[in-house]
């Protein structure tokens, strides 16, 4: 058995993501709209490529000032419109890198809206297909919008996070909320794998940003390969 294991990443100066891409296979790199300069998106995508990490982009709202978590009420168009912008930025930035972008992971309250909201997830759907319609979308595991984009034509993965505490509905907890991470790498580890037991997630997520990230990626990686399951790339067929 294989799984994705998949890191936000290029999103902070003061994030030391060399101690994080040996762990991880897939690294989901912001375009901008909520962190990252261009200096720091192609170092993190020129590293990832050294470390045969897998490169997508991580879209946002475009709100730097709230780190892109907080929702806006933005329309179909303004949201396909900055999706692509952004989309496009990281395309170019990854061709002087020399890397081909696998995916793309919509970040934080995009993210979130997307999962309980049709309208705002096919705009997301849309955008993707507008600029690469052969790309690998990741949502969250369970949520109605894997299958919306599925309907649309595109390929899928099924998200799970091995440090975020869950709602009883499926819902990440918000970060509001005491306990809504999992600091501890022991509490990441065996939800991570409780996760990977269920057959139906392709990709597994430490943050980048949570503390402890790094020892958090070692024990779940860790923890997956003593019950046999091999962090692997996503394969998804088309």
């Not at 958090?216 to 091999?230: F, G, K, M, Y």
Request: glycine share 6%; net charge negative; with cysteine.
């Amino acid at each position: 058995m294989t799984i994705d294991l998949n890191c936000d990443m290029g999103e902070r100066e003061d994030i030391d993501e060399s101690l994080l891409l040996p762990l991880i296979t897939s690294a989901n790199v912001s375009c901008g709209a909520h962190a990252g300069t261009p200096a720091l998106i192609e170092r993190t995508l020129r590293q990832a490529k050294q470390q045969n990490v897998a490169c997508g982009a991580h879209p946002s709202y475009p709100d730097p000032v709230n780190f892109g978590r907080l929702s806006l009420p933005l329309t179909d168009a303004e949201i396909e419109a900055t999706l692509i912008a952004q989309l496009e930025m990281l395309c170019r930035i990854a061709a002087t890198a020399g890397v081909e972008l696998t995916h793309v992971k919509p970040h934080g309250a995009l993210y979130n809206d997307a999962a309980k909201d049709q309208r705002i997830a096919a705009a997301v759907g849309r955008a993707v297909i507008a600029w690469n319609p052969r790309t690998i979308l990741v949502g969250l595991a369970g949520k109605p919008a894997l299958r919306l984009w599925r309907d649309m034509g595109l390929r899928t993965a099924a998200e799970a996070f091995a440090d975020r505490a869950y709602l009883e509905d499926g819902s990440l907890m918000p970060r509001s909320r005491p306990g809504s991470l999992l600091t501890h790498p022991d509490d990441a580890a065996a939800q991570a794998l409780q996760l990977a037991r269920r057959g139906d997630i392709q990709t597994l997520c430490i943050h980048s940003d949570t503390p402890g990230a790094a020892s958090i990626a070692a024990a779940v990686r860790n923890r997956l390969l003593a019950e046999s399951i091999t962090p692997a790339r996503l394969n998804i067929p088309s």
